[in-house]
């Protein structure tokens, strides 16, 4: 049962949710330009000073909410055994955040098509510490038994979100389980390709 707390939670991002997709909704099909905070609350059915409640600008809302966040991956790999090798460790914590992206990955197709016709809403969307945010996460994985340095680091992260968004992509147009997909590219990765 939901406390009231999460059902505030919960509620607070369904509207923000609402809101988002109403201003994606618009600017795909009128343009950019169209996309007011005015016209955006209107869709939403919201005033626009409580569109300021959920988002500081119009590009805010234009631009997809996070898939992970990085804190959240390190979270994710504290919790693992610390004697395990990183590949082994990346292969599960990107187990779990495929199930979850695959679940939603319809929703992103919005927001993918905008971001293809205004490249410069991803500059906005970028959080201005995200490279540091990245480098934390090389780090923590630099530090997990098995990794020789630095390049390794980033070549292990970057091949795992490689690997999880193919088998999500690969689940979404054949219908086949993320996971066993997942497990196919971790194994091609292991094999060297």
Do not use: C
Request: aromatic fraction near 6%; avoid cysteine.
């Amino acid at each position: 049962m939901e406390s009231p707390q999460q059902r505030r939670d919960r509620r607070r991002a369904e509207k923000r949710r609402a809101i988002r997709m109403a201003a994606v909704r618009i600017a795909l099909d009128e343009g950019i330009e169209a996309a007011t905070v005015e016209a955006i609350s209107a869709a939403a059915d919201i005033s626009p000073r409580t569109f300021f409640n959920y988002f500081a600008s119009k590009e805010e809302a234009l631009v997809m909410e996070p898939l992970w966040r990085p804190e959240e991956l390190i979270d994710l790999l504290a919790a693992r055994p610390a004697d395990e090798p990183a590949f082994q460790s990346l292969r599960a914590v990107t187990r779990d955040l495929a199930v979850r992206i695959n679940g939603i990955w319809g929703d992103m197709k919005p927001f993918i098509e905008l971001r293809s016709r205004h490249p410069e809403l991803a500059a906005k969307a970028r959080a201005a510490d995200e490279t540091k945010l990245m480098d934390t996460v090389f780090e923590v994985v630099r530090s997990r038994p098995g990794v020789t340095g630095r390049i390794h680091a980033r070549v292990l992260v970057v091949a795992s979100f490689g690997a999880t968004i193919s088998a999500i992509q690969e689940s979404q147009e054949s219908g086949e389980p993320v996971e066993r997909l997942l497990d196919e590219a971790f194994a091609l990765l292991e094999k060297g390709l």
